[in-house]
């Protein structure tokens, strides 16, 4: 065979492979625009939230050491208070639920102490909040005191109706997990991991912001609060920054 011939075959080849390339990779970038198109996308989702005061309830038994004062509940606030900045209550667990409203729902308080939700609207779904206080008011060896944040916790918000006998495990679930403080701080938001959900939210990821907005007409109960004080308990408001 010439050298002519050959040159002309591997010149037919190369551009054959050429072209075959091309079309790979033409096909590659076409199939990663298309992933990047359908892949997840950020949606904002906002709700109002009302604490139940009556379901609150905590368990301090495990509790690291608790001041007689604040443990038995003083109703002299100046001691029960005096009594609380002197416990670890390290081991201690919590829970509470509560009504989900769609955000703007309960309007913006006054201030910190208004008791701005008396139950007006229906709720469109429940949520559920558990976890360990992590409050050490005492110096721990090499550790400083921490009056805050107040807890670490696991909440499932249940977007998809009420929890009640007729609608045990409502769909469009978002679960979320983090630490929550002392909604009295100069900058009350916290902010929180979403780990997943069920219905909608099936595949979700991203994270939560939540502030402190006013009290509802709801009695706040608990171990942590003097005997004879019957406070309101509060709302919240939550904004979802899901990727779906």
Known sequence: MSNSV??????????????????????AANA?????????????????????????YDN?????????????????????????????????MQYHEGLIYPGGTIPEPKDKRDVNWNFEREPIGTFFDRGWVVINNKTDGPY???????????????LGGVVNADNLTPTDMIAVVGLQHDSQQEDPRFLRAIVGGTGRFANVRGQMIQRPWGNNSSILQGL??????????????????LWL
Do not use: C, W
């Not at 080849?13 to 075959?20: C, E, Q, R, T």
């Not at 942590?224 to 920054?241: A, C, H, L, Q, W």
């Open 32 to 56: 990663e625009e298309k992933a990047q198109r359908n892949g997840p996308r950020k949606e904002v989702l906002t709700i109002d939230v009302a604490v139940l005061g009556h379901t609150n």
């Open 144 to 158: 400083e005191a921490r009056p805050d944040p107040h807890l670490l916790s696991h909440t499932d918000y249940y």
């Open 224 to 241: 942590f609060i003097p005997k004879g004080i019957k406070p309101p308990s509060p709302n919240f408001r939550i904004e979802f920054e």
């Open 60 to 92: 301090e038994g495990g509790a690291a050491n608790r001041h007689p004062d604040y443990r038995d509940q003083h109703p002299d606030e100046a001691r029960f208070r005096a009594g609380f900045r002197q416990s670890d209550l390290r081991g201690s």
């Open 6 to 27: 050959q040159f002309r075959r591997r010149g037919l080849l190369s551009g054959i492979m050429a072209l075959v390339g091309g079309s790979i990779a033409s096909r």
